[in-house]
């Protein structure tokens, strides 16, 4: 199956944006990030809108940004905030824990897809907020 054109971000640069936990080391932060786009990959292996943006994304942009989150609360409240509005808009979105081994099972990284467009706030009052979350946060 086989989404319309209607449905592709093609020809708009598109972002990923991690959100990582405040405690990680700079290395850690990066691999943090690796492992929420993987999980971004098998979360999104049907077919959907949110497959789609995913791979244009991976195929004609690639470009990363990796942010500071916070703490394991503020990753928790971020990622609530933003799921619905992902849902919404069709913005792949995924969360990442450690195992209970290595850091006892704790959130490090929120990953969200996003198009230039949420830059646009007058496009609509969900990029709106989606601008305003993701301005919000500093560089890791």
Known sequence: YQFDAFFSYGGIKMKLY?????????IQKG???QHACANLFVKYQ?????????Y??????????VLNGGNAQSL?????????????????????YED?????????????????SVYDAE??????????????YRLA
């Open 46 to 54: 049907r077919e959907s809108k949110c497959k789609t943006v995913l």
């Open 76 to 96: 928790h409240n971020l990622y609530d905030r933003l799921l619905p509005l992902c849902d919404c808009l069709n913005y792949p979105i995924s969360v990442f």
């Open 31 to 33: 691999i943090q990030t």
């Open 18 to 26: 991690t959100f990582t936990n405040m405690y990680m080391s700079d």
């Open 100 to 116: 209970q081994q290595s850091l006892n099972g704790c959130i490090t990284c929120v990953a969200i897809v996003v198009p230039e």
């Open 123 to 136: 496009i609509d009052i969900d990029n709106a907020v989606v601008f305003d979350i993701i301005s919000q």
């Open 56 to 65: 244009d994304w991976a195929t004609n942009h690639k470009t990363t940004i």
